[in-house]
């Protein structure tokens, strides 16, 4: 029970890794605390080579794509340790460390803080005016929260909100892929899963909007559950809609706070001025986001706003892109909901360092070895 609570911080830490060194030292010393507490020695851990190979190639293939661009060192760190993370999360799962219900308690915790705290700070703004600013109370070095927007000053609602984040489109793109799979893995919607498709509605961001939609046709498509919390999001959604619609035209249409379009624009441009080489193996993971990037320029930003297939394509070219998603296809051949799942998450702006990208990803490896009699909890894994 203690190694299921210290994973769920742990988890829950990692998806604020990006923005937090904080986040990023509690989520690996609340993962080694997990093993410490193990009831199963450490010596019995089983580690098998396949997993090694797999580390090592996703840290020397992303150095060898990045070196003719330079590499910010701090990058790079960031990104093995993520990785070296994701792998042993994935181990905690195969040698048991928690059981099966102990995970899913950990999603649901992770669920229920991140929308807890996207709740109260919407209800408190909403009743009094106030906004929580979570966001800097997390980060070392101050930040500007996005939370004010013009769409909405002829409505109820006051406020995007952003959660623990900087932005609502940073709060969904966490809270969403853990819903969305947790929901195919347990095949039903339950009311943890189901508040991380609202809130992520909720949040009012455009790609969000967009990408939950889909992500809840494909729940319902491949889940069993019980006719109320799927009908409630609908109906919902359906007296949302006047709402969502007049955002989406004053945001995107009438660029009332900024001009959304140009800016995810500027990528394409850079594709057309950036030559053949870069279009083929493409400009590097870990450039410093503090200088220009590109060819043309951009901000870092600019790089990934279009979705994380743009921003793959940017950083690893078409041979690079073609080489990422089709091994991930191969890995989850046996899971088509979870490719079709992948497929709708990456419409989100993840980046090689953010946590919830790598969270993803894990949970893909993860909840498969769940499925998979083998590695299915016993009675006697319940136990401990």
């Known amino acids: 029970m203690i190694s299921a609570i210290l994973i769920s911080l742990s988890i829950f830490c ?49 150095l060898i794509i990045s070196i003719r661009h330079g590499i910010y060192f701090n990058y790079y760190v960031k990104f093995f340790a993520m990785s070296v993370y994701s792998l042993t999360l994935i181990l905690v799962i195969h040698n048991r460390v928690i059981n099966y219900s102990q995970f899913t308690s950990a999603l649901n915790f ?29 980060r070392e070095v101050s930040s500007e929260t996005l939370y004010e927007t013009k769409s909405l000053e002829d409505l109820f609602i006051h406020i995007r909100a952003t959660g623990l984040f900087s932005e609502p489109s ?7 892929p853990v819903a969305l799979l947790s929901s195919l893995h347990q095949r039903k919607l339950t009311i943890a899963t189901s508040l991380g498709f609202v809130t992520s509605i909720a949040s009012l ?30 109906i919902g959604l359906l007296f949302a809609a006047p709402i969502l619609y007049k955002v ?7 660029s009332v706070d900024y001009d959304a379009l140009t800016s995810r624009q500027m990528i394409f441009t850079e594709f057309k001025e950036r030559g053949l080489l870069n279009n083929l193996i493409g400009s590097g993971f870990f ?30 070219g078409a041979l690079g892109t073609a080489l990422i998603l089709s091994s991930l296809i191969i890995i989850l051949r046996k899971n088509p909901k979870y490719i079709a799942a992948v497929a709708i998450l990456f419409l989100f702006k993840f980046h090689a360092m953010t946590g919830i990208l790598w969270l993803l990803l894990t949970l893909c490896i993860i909840f498969p070895l769940l499925e998979n009699k083998k590695t299915n909890p016993t009675q006697e894994d319940s136990r401990n």
């Open 170 to 176: 940073f709060y969904s793109m966490t809270v969403l």
């Open 14 to 62: 990692f998806s604020l890794s990006l923005f937090s060194i904080r986040a990023t030292i509690a989520c690996y010393l609340f993962l080694a605390l997990a093993l410490i507490f193990s009831p199963r020695k450490l010596s019995n851990f089983k580690i098998k080579s396949k997993w090694v190979v797999a580390l090592a190639i996703i840290n020397i293939v992303p």
């Open 110 to 138: 992770f669920l229920i803080a991140h929308c807890s705290f996207f709740i109260v700070q919407l209800v408190t703004y909403q009743a009094t005016g106030y906004f929580i600013d979570f966001n800097n109370y997390l």
């Open 205 to 234: 961001s455009i790609a969000a909007i967009l990408v939950t939609s889909l992500a809840l046709g494909l729940t319902l498509l491949f889940t069993k559950s019980k006719r109320a919390l799927p009908a409630l999001i609908i």
């Open 248 to 254: 989406y035209t004053l945001r995107i249409v009438d």
């Open 287 to 316: 450039w410093d986001e503090t200088l220009p990037v590109g060819k043309t320029m951009m901000k870092g930003y600019n790089t990934r706003d279009s979705s994380f297939y743009v921003y793959l394509y940017f950083t690893a």
